[in-house]
């Protein structure tokens, strides 16, 4: 079994606690790298066309105060000594195709990275939805609904913010720094040396900042995911809430999540407050000495004048890109927090992996044979459900499971429709292992109609070609009137075209149940899994459905699990099983004369309905 497999996973990526152990830290940050490089790829030449117009942008800003200087020392009459309006003219144009420059650059770059995110985003959800479709139940039954939308929503939301505005942060400021420092040691050694001086302080307390943000915004990304699960859930089940009138203990709930997830914000925005103020502060009492020693200078007549006014405005320049630095780490650490969440589930191996080498069925189609051969089961390696069981099913054979709570039915027929696989043995159709059949060829084979049965937004009609998307509408049509469900659905509203709500919420339970028998008849399996699937019907309804049921079940491979024994007496075979054993197996008339568990149940059955 691989379920460990996931819970391992999710208790590294959900795990709240201030620190991660160094090495699985690691591991996060080059799962979620990797996975970014991997969306990023296509996009290697535009990302080079990119960084070249953002390198121009920069040079043309970066210019800007070395022209200053120059329209001030040679510009200037008082200064030159002379008339320079020529010269000064002369520069203020420069300096005006110099911004004209950076504004068209800055545009182009902002229309072509903005076109690269939204591809790189709808990639990302494309592959997020289809690897959470395709993922075993196993997946499912432990991931809960609101971590998937946390998931398709908040983490990927994370991943926008920076593919939109961070990179852009971050190739700006850093050519800004490079560009700046290497014209202020130009422009004048011994004020440049000055002004670095504290770059390794500012180096130091970068470095700081970042780890504490690594930690800050994990715990916001997981957060904000409690928060969204706890609502999802509280809303899935609100019939539920209302009935045990649940609203108080949920809202407390609801509160103490909201509020630790107002304190993780409040930590980042608290230790990026700290960030920048600080980084404000060094650059500013770095532009007060440079002004001072600077300003010494001049009057000694060691540096002209416009080069201390390109010096200062150049170290404007320098500080300014710290500050949007630290905004880029803001929205690289969540974004962070999301990849690494995001490249866990897209790492995640299905428990029931596709096979490499599909094995077709032997005449190309499913007939519905079905053996188990020695298969032991286990959800929990030391609680098998299954101790090890044989049997086979002929093709076109009804039968029966029958047994108390707990005895491995429902086991049983997730085996047949490979939602698990045996721990040992195998399972067979058509004497080909389930696990050698690959996706579409077993799910035309075999359908499992459970006792509460989604119905998706959209029409009566949709829901029902749901297994056969290109069924006409006569097909769904006669495939309602097979199983008894015409009449309801042409007494609604619109018809086959009505609405059905969210979860088929405007009909009956029975009329839903119905909904998916028809769903199943159309889909046309070999092989029909029946899992409680008449208990939600009322007696008319049930005796309708067993009347269609004899019309479903003819010619096809079915398997029936049921309390009501009114709908085992459809079967041609029944199973009595108890604790993952046959303990009892025969035609239904057989097992009742023969005075054993079966005649048993099916005598309290019969006293029930007399009483």
């Known amino acids: 079994m691989t379920t460990t497999t996931t819970a391992s996973w999710r208790g590294v990526a959900s795990e709240e606690q201030d620190e991660l152990p160094e090495k699985v830290s690691v591991l996060l940050r080059e799962r979620s790298r990797r996975l970014l490089g991997d969306l990023l790829r296509p996009y290697r030449k535009k990302i080079a066309l990119l960084i070249t117009i953002i390198v121009v942008s920069s040079a043309a800003g970066l210019s800007i105060p070395y022209l200053v200087k120059v329209g001030i020392d040679e510009g200037i009459p008082p200064i030159t000594r002379g008339s320079g309006p020529g010269v000064l003219l002369t ?62 929503t908040s983490d990927i939301e994370s991943i926008a913010e920076l593919l939109q505005s961070g990179f852009d942060a971050l190739v700006r400021a850093v050519l800004t720094m490079v560009g700046t420092a290497v014209l202020l040691l130009v422009l004048d050694l011994h004020l440049g040396l000055m002004a670095i001086v504290p770059l390794p302080l500012l180096l130091l307390f970068t470095r700081w900042f970042r780890r504490q943000s690594t930690l800050v915004y994990r715990r ?41 997830y107002r304190s993780a914000n409040a930590g980042g925005m608290r230790l990026g407050a700290t960030f920048m ?61 999301g990849l690494e969440k995001l490249s866990g589930v897209l790492e995640e191996e299905p428990s029931v992996p596709e096979p490499r080498k599909p ?82 060829t077993l799910r035309q084979a075999v359908v499992m109609v459970t006792q509460e049965n989604f119905l998706f937004s959209g029409t009566v009609a949709d829901n029902i070609r749901f297994g056969r998307p290109g069924a006409s509408d006569r097909q769904v049509r006669e495939a309602a009137k097979a199983i008894g469900a015409h009449d309801f659905i042409a007494g609604l509203p619109d018809g086959y075209d009505t609405e059905v709500g969210k979860r088929g919420g405007r009909m009956s339970a029975g ?24 208990s939600s019907l009322d007696v008319p309804s049930e005796r309708l459905v067993q009347r269609a049921l004899r019309t479903i079940l003819a010619d096809r491979t079915a398997l029936i699990i049921a309390h009501r024994l009114s709908t085992v007496e459809i079967a041609d075979r029944v199973l009595v099983m108890d604790r993952g054993q046959i303990v009892e197996d025969g035609p239904p008339d057989r097992l009742i004369a023969a005075s054993g568990r079966f005649a048993g149940l099916h005598q309290a059955w019969l006293d029930s309905l007399s009483s």
């Open 359 to 440: 094995q077709p069925l032997p005449q190309g189609r499913a007939r519905g044979r079905v053996r188990f051969e020695n298969v032991r089961f286990a959800y929990v390696e030391e609680m098998p459900i299954l101790p090890g069981l044989d049997l086979t099913i002929p093709a076109g054979q009804s039968v029966a499971l029958v047994g108390a709570t707990g005895a491995g039915k429902t086991t049983l027929a997730k085996l047949i429709s490979r939602f698990y696989d045996p721990t040992e043995g195998r399972v067979l159709l058509d004497g080909v292992d389930l696990r050698s059949l690959d996706e579409p």
């Open 91 to 152: 520069v203020v144009g420069v300096i005006l195709v110099a911004a004209a420059t950076q504004a068209l650059t800055r545009q182009a770059f902002l229309r072509m990275s903005g076109t690269i995110g939204q591809s790189v985003l709808l990639e990302l959800r494309r592959r997020v939805f289809d690897h959470f479709q395709r993922l075993s139940l196993s997946f499912h039954e432990q991931y809960t609904s609101g971590r998937v939308i946390s998931r398709l």
């Open 277 to 337: 103020t600080g980084i404000k502060l060094i650059g500013n009492l770095t532009v007060g000495g440079v002004l001072l020693y600077g300003g010494w200078l001049a009057l000694r007549g060691e540096v002209s004048v416009g080069v201390l006014g390109a010096f200062l405005l150049y170290l404007r320049q320098f500080y300014e890109p710290m500050q949007e630095i630290s905004q880029f780490y803001n929205t690289l650490q969540s974004a962070s927090a």
């Open 511 to 534: 009329q839903r149940q119905l909904v998916a028998f028809a769903r199943a008849f159309l889909a046309d399996p070999a092989v029909l899994i029946l899992d409680e699937a008449t």
């Open 220 to 260: 916001t990304r997981e957060s904000v995911a409690l928060l969204i699960v706890h609502f999802v859930e509280s809303m899935t089940g609100i019939r539920a809430v209302q009935a045990f009138r649940r609203e108080p203990r949920n809202q407390e709930i609801f509160q103490q999540l909201n509020d630790d």
